[in-house]
């Protein structure tokens, strides 16, 4: 029940209705009272610790168990929620709101990449065996259907495992059948393969997402920046 | 090539982005200013650059040099010098900019500066014996002892005893000889715990 997984699905849940909140509650005064900027603040860097993850990555080329991405989904969705108690759903300011709507869009291009993605890539992955194994079946019974097809257009018995007599003492082999079934399994593998171009395209959409997601993240922070920098500009009332 | 100059102007953009929303004042502004404050163009003019709103920015245009500039309810405002733990701003233009917090006056303070006092000084200036600064309201009524004898001075005498039957009363008890003084001695008859029940004389 508490695995890493788990959590981070509790949490998601826990920040959609935070952010859902804001539809009944709303508390003028809090963001900037002094309990309000230490949400702000710890969240910011809840926020901060999210870019350990790719820097982990791509500058220490660290990957798998080295670098759990359930961390950086932690630490996004801890951070996130400080950051909207914070903000006590009171959205005035253009900085706020820009700040709010960056941060629910990471959140949520976030979790396209981290589930519909990965399902997508495992589906692909799953069809991919299956046609292989679908193409071996294809060529196992080509291979039996052309062994057993004389040069002439008659039928090598014995290479179909069929007795040589005359025609009527077979009745029971009809080539036809096999031959049936061969383009049956071909046409199956035309429809896989159509099927997995489909998702092909679909992962190329869903692996623009780390970029969409990376763009979002960069404003994000920018946001929060330019909030700080204003914040302390026009100066902190409860230090007065 | 085109990869490197689309990171470069997205990087471009945000960074201008983020530029201007600091340099654009109103990005910032958490609120409306209050209608009294409608006419301030500039957050300079009370925000001091990475101080804030300082005091020495408030009086510049409120002024409170000697008690005698002030109104007597404003009078207090020379106890507590710290506008920003009762004022503030950004809270609509019919906002409520005031929230006076009572804990913060020291003692030589009277309540009557600022407050109507609905006893008309019969129970003192202490209006802390009974009354919380939190509330007005008080936790049950707490009547004067009863030895006290000084009843009429809350209150009057009802029109009631001045009746007949108000004398024949008196009578029966043997109270008719001076009315005009009898009619104010109230605990001959009533008690403090149930001014409308009429003690039984035996």
């Known amino acids: 029940m508490w695995t890493e997984k788990n959590i981070n699905a509790y949490l998601a849940v826990f920040f959609v209705f935070l952010v859902a909140g804001g539809l009944v509650h709303q508390n003028p005064s809090f963001a900037g009272s002094a309990l309000g900027h230490t949400f702000g603040i710890v969240g910011s860097l809840f926020i901060l610790m999210t870019l350990i993850y790719p820097f982990r990555k791509r500058v220490l080329k660290k990957k798998g168990r080295q670098n759990p991405l ?34 629910v869009l990471v ?15 495992r589906s692909l992955r799953e069809q991919r065996r299956d046609r292989k194994l679908l193409k071996a079946r294809i060529d196992n019974r080509k291979r039996g259907i052309t062994a057993a097809c004389l040069p002439d257009g008659t039928i090598a018995m014995e290479e179909a495992g069929l007795p040589e007599d005359p025609p009527n003492q077979w009745p029971d082999y009809d080539i036809h059948e096999d031959c049936n079934a ?20 679909l992962k190329n959409v869903f692996s623009r997402w780390i970029r969409i997601h990376f763009l979002i993240s ?5 946001m929060i920046m330019v909030h700080v920098l204003t914040t302390l500009y026009y100066g902190l009332s409860w230090l007065g | 090539m085109k990869k490197t100059v689309l990171h470069i ?41 990475w101080r804030g709103v300082t005091d020495q920015m408030c009086l510049q245009c409120h002024s409170f040099r000697g008690n005698g500039t002030l109104k007597p309810q404003l009078q207090f405002h020379q106890a507590h010098a710290h506008c920003l733990d009762c004022h503030s701003e950004h809270k609509g233009y019919a906002g409520t900019i005031s929230k006076v917090d009572h804990t913060l006056f ?14 008309n000084g019969k129970f003192g200036r202490d209006c802390r014996a009974c009354h919380e600064i939190t509330t007005w309201e008080i936790d049950g009524f707490r009547h004067p002892s009863s030895d006290n004898r000084d009843c009429h001075r809350c209150h009057a005498v009802p029109t009631s005893h001045e009746k007949e039957a108000f004398l024949k009363e008196l009578k029966k008890r043997d109270m008719e000889d001076s009315p005009e003084e009898t009619i104010k001695e109230c605990w001959g008859c009533h008690t403090i715990y149930r001014f409308y029940g009429i003690a039984q004389n035996d």
């Open chain 2, 9 to 49: 102007v997205t990087t471009l953009m945000i960074i201008g982005i983020s530029v201007w929303l600091f340099a654009y004042d109103k990005a910032a502004e958490p609120g409306v200013l209050s209608w009294a404050h409608e006419s301030i163009r500039d957050c300079e003019t009370c925000h001091l650059p």
């Open chain 1, 182 to 201: 061969w383009l049956n399994e071909i046409e199956a593998l035309a429809e896989k393969e159509y099927a997995m171009r489909v998702f092909d395209r």
């Open chain 2, 106 to 119: 020291n003692g030589e303070l009277a309540c009557t500066q600022c407050h109507f006092d609905a006893h």
């Open chain 1, 70 to 103: 359930n961390s950086h989904i932690a630490y996004g969705l801890i951070g996130a929620s400080l950051v909207v108690i914070h903000s006590a759903h009171k959205f005035s300011s253009l900085i706020g709101i820009l700040v709010f709507l960056s941060l």
């Open chain 1, 218 to 222: 960069f404003f994000l922070f920018a």
């Open chain 1, 107 to 121: 959140v949520l291009s976030g979790v396209v990449g981290r589930y519909l993605y990965k399902h997508v890539n």
